[in-house]
């Protein structure tokens, strides 16, 4: 605390005693606390905070071990994950600790190579858990070696109408691989469970004996460019070759790889030729792919597409519900409906929060309440209800951001403001809403599909090089995310 005029240790010195005790039995409090469960709290705030590959890679594996007088000593794998969070981290994660443990309180970082070893047994199940996944390998002659997250099957992902033709696509790859959707394609937004279902997939081909790899588009990237520099481009092709169920993650990031396209098409074409089940995970449907090879998009599109939702409220409470029961952790219901009802981007921040709680709670000693809730996580805002979007209102938004009139976009008129807004308005009802040009045309006032084409590949062209495009578009896209706009 920085006195001030008007600070009370101003006037009355006895103050500074007394805040003085009431830190140190705070301090005291704290060092009596299990630092693991200290350092879990921190890190549910943090999950909600950080980007997710910042956090899986630097945060998701480190373990709080002890409280050191003022300082929280924290666990590290290794010296260069120590040295990321000590320099570039520390910021973030010492407003976090501040946060949590509601008193000054430093942070020093740790390498422990074997952390979760050094925990006892209950200890390092839960550190092996959160451990993040490790590279993809091959064990053995002619087996994919899953590296795979324990937590991820399909018994614990939450089923509701937002993803429940996905689930359903990943059982039937899970269970007949290569029999009846091939490739299975699932897009979403970040965090609302692409990469759990992949997991579940491979979990589940492995308990039926089969061989299958997961790997991430990146990680694919890096091991082509290694088996072409190295000459073993031979290996690499067997190596992806082989698997019953070739699990891929984020295939967006293969956009503009040229090279690496042209090898995943070759791989592509011999499993599915030899009936063996391709599972890709993006985070845009196949047409969104740009730039990407048509022959390697229109392969994505040969199977099931399913697009996986943000969760109504009913599923939001359903996954609270689970993640409660999985922690141990008594939330009465209007706490879980109270977390449910806060807008979020993802499932990983809905459970972020509710982990976050619940080791606050731990922290403290005290009963999960609604009074703890704001203490923990401050003021709750309700999510607004999701937005349906259809053709009429992309064009009356389109309208309303350009002072125009939806007649007006639909009538023949050709004024560089109406034009502009109609054209938009069909790129956004191709490449975000998937409609058919000629059904885009029919809600335009009967254009032809080849006018629509041309217009939606006018716009795509010049996007990447035209910022007040780019910022029109975004403007269009923010209106149909809000009722508000």
């Known amino acids: 605390m920085v006195d001030s005029i008007f600070s009370p240790t101003t006037y009355f010195p006895q103050a500074a005693c007394v805040i003085g005790r009431v830190r140190a ?29 910042s956090y899986d890679t630097f945060l998701k594996q480190t373990v709080g071990i002890s409280v050191d007088g003022e300082c929280l000593v924290v666990a590290a794998p290794t010296a260069f994950v120590a040295e990321y969070l000590q320099k570039r981290m520390r910021g973030v994660v010492q407003r976090a600790v501040e946060r949590v443990a509601r008193v000054p309180l430093d942070v020093r970082f740790e390498v422990v190579v074997a952390a979760a070893q050094a925990a006892t047994a209950p200890e390092a199940e839960a550190a092996a858990e959160a451990a993040p996944m490790p590279a993809p390998k091959v064990v053995g002659p002619g087996a994919a070696q899953l590296a795979l997250d324990p937590r991820y099957v399909f018994e614990r992902f939450t089923v509701g109408t937002s993803n429940e033709m996905a689930v359903a696509a990943a059982r039937v790859a899970a269970e007949a691989p290569g029999e009846k959707y091939n490739p299975v394609f699932l897009y979403s937004p970040p965090g609302l469970g692409k990469t759990h279902l992949l997991h579940a997939i491979g979990h589940r081909a492995r308990e039926r004996g089969l061989q299958a790899l997961y790997v991430s588009s990146d990680r694919f990237v890096t091991e082509f460019v290694t088996s072409i520099r190295e000459g073993k481009a031979a290996e690499f092709r067997e190596r992806y070759r082989r698997p019953d169920v070739l699990l891929m993650d984020d295939v967006q990031f293969l956009s503009g790889k040229e090279q690496t396209q042209e090898g995943l098409f070759h791989i592509f074409n011999e499993l599915h030729h030899s009936g063996r ?209």
């Open 277 to 485: 089940q391709v599972v890709l995970a993006c985070d845009r449907p196949p047409r969104a792919l740009k730039p990407l090879d048509d022959r390697l998009r229109s392969r994505f599109e040969w199977g099931l597409t399913a697009d996986i939702q943000p969760p109504d409220l009913e599923t939001r409470m359903a996954i609270l519900r689970a993640k409660a029961a999985s922690l141990g952790a008594a939330v009465p219901d209007d706490v879980l409906e109270a977390l449910a009802r806060r807008e979020y981007r993802s499932v990983r921040e809905l459970e972020g929060n509710l982990n976050r709680l619940s080791a606050y709670a731990d922290l403290t000693g005290r009963p999960v309440t609604m009074e703890l809730v704001q203490q923990a996580l401050g003021v709750l805002e309700e999510a607004p209800e999701p937005v349906v979007h259809t053709a009429e209102g992309v064009i009356e938004q389109a309208a309303r951001l350009f002072g125009t009139t939806a007649a007006g976009l639909r009538s023949p008129k050709r004024e560089r403001t109406v034009s502009h807004a109609r054209h938009l308005a069909m790129y956004v009802m191709r490449e975000d809403m998937g409609l058919a040009l000629t059904e885009i045309g029919r809600a335009l006032g009967g254009r032809d599909h080849s006018t629509v084409f041309q217009a939606v590949a006018k716009v795509a062209s010049r996007l990447r090089a035209d910022a007040t495009l780019q910022r029109d578009v975004a403007a269009l896209r923010a209106r149909l995310g809000s009722r508000a706009a």
């Open 25 to 53: 039995r705070e301090t005291t409090a704290l060092s009596s606390r299990d630092p693991r469960k200290l350092w879990d709290a921190v890190l549910g705030d943090l999950q909600v905070q950080v980007a997710r590959p």
